[in-house]
């Protein structure tokens, strides 16, 4: 799948400007002031409203052009939920990674029923086919979404086997402190759409420890970002 392609036409720094304050705000936990002030360091003078709009503009794009590099997922799939508040509501966002870690797919819905479970998961065979084994907690609607979407896939029910997709609400929880929440259900959707991608090409996978692979690791991620910012 080929990548797509992003116009920095009227505006008024370079586009390496533009995709690294945006790499900056979406890959570390960073206030849009904390931004500023980073860029300023560098000679860059630009105000965290704009940087903002940005962020808003370009972080779509960018999320996709990174998921069309993505490698193909591992075949054991773990599913997961986490109750986010928004405006004094509640609201589940469900999140799907493989056994390395990688999140294949996020969505925030108001309830946690049947319904959500069977949508996600018939998003993830669309995309990324079949897998081998699909690891969830107790929640029943998971295991009835299974039966009706996939009735041969092996489903293995258990609190203690799924730590992978609990462990990895941990990246979101410390950006959601940072961020003190989030004002709307599109904006945590489009932000969390954004961080994943990220974080899924810059984090390091726990078989790839030696300090070599783990500079070489982090010299491919750069690469794939300036490819996917349309930067290079």
């Known amino acids: 799948m080929q990548t797509e392609k992003i116009s920095y036409k009227r505006h008024r720094f370079p586009p390496e400007v533009i995709a690294h304050?945006?790499?900056?705000?979406?890959?570390?936990?960073?206030?849009?002031?904390?931004?500023?002030?980073?860029?300023?360091?560098c000679g860059i003078e630009v105000s965290y409203e704009t940087i903002r709009r940005w962020t808003a503009k370009f972080r779509l794009q960018i999320a996709r052009n990174l998921r069309c590099r993505q490698a193909r997922p591992g075949d054991v799939w773990h599913l997961d939920e986490v109750v986010v508040k928004i405006s004094g509501r509640k609201f589940w966002l469900w999140r799907a990674v493989d056994q390395h870690g990688v999140v294949l797919e996020e969505i925030l819905k108001s309830k946690r029923d049947k319904w959500v479970a069977k949508r996600l998961l018939l998003r993830?065979?669309?995309?990324?086919?079949?897998?081998?084994?699909?690891?969830?907690?107790?929640?029943?609607?998971?295991?009835?979404?299974?039966?009706?979407?996939?009735?041969?896939?092996?489903?293995?029910?258990?609190?203690?086997?799924?730590?992978?997709?609990?462990?990895?609400?941990?990246?979101?929880?410390?950006?959601?402190?940072?961020?003190?929440?989030?004002?709307?259900?599109?904006?945590?959707?489009?932000?969390?759409?954004?961080?994943?991608?990220?974080?899924?090409?810059?984090?390091?996978?726990?078989?790839?420890?030696?300090?070599?692979?783990?500079?070489?690791?982090?010299?491919?991620?750069?690469?794939?970002?300036?490819?996917?910012?349309?930067?290079?």
């Open 21 to 41: 304050a945006v790499w900056l705000f979406v890959r570390f936990n960073l206030s849009l002031r904390e931004d500023e002030e980073m860029l300023l360091e």
């Open 124 to 232: 993830l065979i669309k995309c990324h086919g079949l897998p081998k084994r699909l690891i969830a907690d107790k929640l029943r609607s998971d295991g009835a979404a299974k039966r009706e979407v996939a009735p041969d896939l092996d489903h293995w029910s258990h609190k203690g086997l799924n730590n992978r997709a609990e462990h990895s609400h941990l990246p979101f929880r410390k950006r959601e402190r940072a961020m003190q929440s989030f004002r709307s259900p599109g904006g945590l959707q489009r932000f969390a759409s954004i961080h994943s991608a990220t974080r899924n090409c810059f984090v390091v996978p726990a078989r790839r420890r030696a300090a070599l692979t783990i500079r070489y690791h982090r010299m491919q991620a750069f690469e794939a970002w300036a490819t996917a910012a349309d930067v290079v």
